[in-house]
C-alpha cells in the first residue's frame, strides 16, 4: 500500500483555487502579451515613497514592528482619513496594518466570522472576497447589481436574510464593475445593516479612483455606522506599490484588538521599511497629487472604453476604480473563458474572463480589463485590439 494513500488535502482546498486573474496572467506571460487581466498597477511610484522605504532601510528599519502596524504609519492613515472623510480615528486603537488590503480583509473574517455565518456579497464580485470568505468557512451570498448602473433593489436583500446572516460586504469604488455607491444607496444599506443587526465589510482600495464629478463615500461615515463598520484599504493602488503589501482595517476597538491578534498570528507584521515608504508618501503628498491620479485615470479610462466601443466590445464604462467590464458577446467562444483566450491569442492583450465575477453564468458575455498601465502600454493595447475592427 502506498502510505501516501492515506493523505489528503484539506477540504477548504475545493473552495480556494487558482483564481482566474492569476491563470490569465500566467498565460499571458507564456505568450509575452500586454498584461490588462491583473490589476498589477506598474505606473510610476511617487519619489517621497521610495525615499522614505531607502531611507527607512538605510536607518536600519528593517526589524519586527508592532503588529497593528508602525506608529507613524497609523498616524499618517488616521490624518488621511479625517482629511478625506472627516472622522477622527484613534490611531492607537482603530487601526491594524497588514499585508495588503487582502491580508487586512482575511483577519477581519478571522476575528469576526463563525463557520456556517452568511455574509451578503454584491455581484459582480471580486473573487478574492469570496475566496477568502470560504477559506474561512463563511457563506457568501450573492446580491445581484443590475447593469448598466448596477443598482440594487433592497427587496432582494430582505428576500435573502436568514438568521444566520453576520455581515454585507461593500466595494467602493467597486472591482470589477467600476460602480461608485451613493449616499443614498449607503444609507439604505446601513439602515438594512442596522435592522437586521449586521457588520458591514467595506473594501475601499479604490476610494481616490473617482470620476465624472462624483465622490467616494465611507460607510463609517453615516449615523450608527461606525460601530458595526470595519473600512478595509490600502495604499498599494493608490501609490503604485502593489507588490509592497500594505493594508489596513480601521474599525472600533472591540474588533481591532482581535483582528491585530490573527494579523500577528499570520503575518506577524508588514514590512517595516515599505510602512515607512507608504507613510513618508501620506504626509508628504498633497491634494494635488490625489486630484491629479483621478484626472489622470478618468483620462485613461475615456481613451481605453472609446477603443472598445469602436472596436464592438460595448463597455460598461465605470465611474470608478480601473477596471471596465466589456461585452465580448461577438467574439468566437463558447463561454468567457474562450472569449478571453481568443482575444489573447487574436490581439495578444489579456483579459479576465467575466465568469470569475458571478457564481453562475451571468458573466459570460463579459470580459475584465485593467487600464492602470503607462502611456505607451496602454496605447499599444489600444493598437493591437484595434486588429478586432
Not at 1 to 23: F, G, H, K
Not at 38 to 49: F, L
Not at 169 to 184: D, I, R, Y
Not at 208 to 223: E, I
Request: some cysteine; overall charge negative; aromatic content about 8%.
Amino acid at each position: 500500500m502506498n502510505p501516501l494513500q492515506t493523505l489528503s488535502l484539506s477540504a477548504r482546498c475545493d473552495a480556494v483555487t487558482q483564481s482566474e486573474i492569476r491563470a490569465m496572467s500566467v498565460e499571458c506571460s507564456r505568450m509575452r502579451g500586454i498584461n490588462l487581466a491583473q490589476g498589477v498597477c506598474d505606473t510610476p511610484v511617487p519619489p517621497p515613497v521610495v525615499q522614505g522605504a531607502i531611507d527607512a532601510m538605510l536607518q536600519g528599519r528593517n526589524t519586527y514592528t508592532p503588529h497593528l502596524g508602525l506608529r507613524q504609519l497609523r498616524q499618517a492613515i488616521a490624518a488621511k482619513q479625517q482629511r478625506f472623510s472627516g472622522i477622527d480615528v484613534d490611531p492607537e486603537r482603530e487601526i491594524v496594518v497588514s499585508a495588503g488590503a487582502t491580508g487586512a480583509m482575511y483577519c477581519t473574517f478571522m476575528a469576526l466570522l463563525d463557520a456556517g455565518d452568511e455574509v451578503m456579497v454584491f455581484e459582480p464580485f471580486y473573487g478574492y472576497h469570496v475566496s477568502t470568505l470560504r477559506a474561512v468557512d463563511a457563506i457568501p451570498v450573492f446580491v445581484p447589481l443590475q447593469p448598466p448602473d448596477w443598482v440594487f433593489d433592497i427587496a432582494r436583500l430582505e428576500a435573502v436574510v436568514t438568521p444566520k446572516t453576520k455581515a454585507i460586504l461593500v466595494n467602493t469604488p467597486a472591482n470589477p464593475s467600476g460602480k461608485v455607491f451613493t449616499q443614498e444607496e449607503l444609507m439604505q444599506l446601513a439602515a438594512f445593516a442596522e435592522r437586521h443587526r449586521l457588520f458591514v465589510f467595506t473594501d475601499e482600495m479604490y476610494e481616490h479612483f473617482v470620476y465624472d464629478g462624483l465622490t467616494h463615500r465611507s460607510m463609517a461615515t453615516l449615523p450608527g455606522m461606525r460601530e458595526r463598520t470595519v473600512t478595509i484599504s490600502g495604499l498599494s493602488k493608490t501609490f503604485s506599490v502593489t507588490g509592497w503589501r500594505i493594508g489596513y482595517a480601521i474599525c472600533d476597538p472591540k474588533w481591532a484588538a482581535a483582528i491585530g491578534n490573527f494579523n500577528d498570528l499570520v503575518y506577524v507584521c508588514a514590512p517595516a521599511p515599505l510602512q515607512m515608504g507608504v507613510a513618508a508618501g501620506l504626509l508628504m503628498l498633497g491634494d494635488d497629487y490625489y486630484l491629479g491620479l483621478a484626472r489622470e485615470y478618468e483620462a485613461k479610462r475615456d481613451l481605453f472604453c472609446e477603443v472598445l466601443d469602436t472596436v464592438g466590445l460595448q463597455p460598461r464604462v465605470p465611474q470608478g476604480a480601473y477596471y471596465v467590464l466589456a461585452d465580448v458577446s461577438r467574439l468566437p467562444g463558447g463561454s468567457s473563458r474562450q472569449k478571453a483566450l481568443h482575444l489573447l491569442q487574436t490581439t495578444g492583450v489579456a483579459a479576465v474572463p467575466g465568469s470569475a465575477f458571478y457564481h453562475d453564468q451571468g458573466g459570460e458575455s463579459f470580459v475584465r480589463f485593467c487600464f492602470a498601465k503607462d502611456e505607451p502600454v496602454l496605447a499599444e493595447a489600444c493598437l493591437r485590439l484595434a486588429r478586432l475592427r
